[in-house]
Structures are given as structure tokens and as C-alpha cells.
């Protein structure tokens, strides 16, 4: 799903909002959750999941066409860990496609 997929169920679900309010509404959420993870802060949603960042520490690594090795330096990432609900949904929705198909 896209941003423009989840903007048009936005305005699908809700017809009294505009495509141009839900664009907007999509957009304010996606930049609050950026801000507050570049913050160090950690996003969870009850039932969906939460973000957090997770620190990778630096290491040396090869470069493929040279073979040379190339220290990479300490990053800062995104992560996410979906919640039970989120988990168990797509369990049993795909448990449900998969199984007929053995058959």
C-alpha cells in the first residue's frame, strides 16, 4: 500500500472528509511519527505495532567489486515491532489464503 492508496481509503471510508483533507490528514500523521523518531522518542500504536530506533554499531565491511574492506560507520535506524493483534490478524488472514490452495 502506498501513501496515495492509504489517502484514498482515508476519503473512501470517511466521505465527508475531502481528497484534499485527507491527503493532508495522512501527511500531518506520517510527519509527526518522522519528527518523534529523529527525536529518539518511541511511536506505539495499541494493537498495531510500535517504532522505535535501533542503533547499528560501526564494523568493517568489503567493497564487492574491489574485494578492499571499508569501515562503515555507526548508524541510527528505524524499527518495527508489529503488536499481537497486528500479528495474529495476518496469521490467520494468510493461514486462510494459504490453506486452499494446498488442497
Do not use: C, W
Not at 42 to 68: A, D, V
Request: charged letters at 30%; proline letters at 8%.
Amino acid at each position: 500500500m502506498t501513501r496515495s492508496d492509504l489517502v484514498e481509503e482515508l476519503s473512501a471510508r470517511f466521505p465527508q472528509l475531502t481528497h484534499r483533507d485527507a491527503e493532508f490528514a495522512v501527511k500531518a500523521l506520517l510527519d509527526a511519527m518522522s519528527d518523534a523518531l529523529t527525536r529518539g522518542h518511541r511511536i506505539e500504536l495499541r494493537g498495531f505495532g510500535s517504532f522505535s530506533i535501533n542503533r547499528r554499531p560501526p564494523r568493517l565491511g568489503r567493497n564487492p567489486r574491489s574485494g578492499e574492506q571499508v569501515a562503515i560507520p555507526e548508524k541510527r535506524v528505524p524499527h518495527f515491532k508489529p503488536g499481537k493483534a497486528l500479528r495474529e490478524a495476518v496469521d490467520e488472514k494468510t493461514a486462510l489464503l494459504i490453506q486452499p490452495s494446498q488442497k
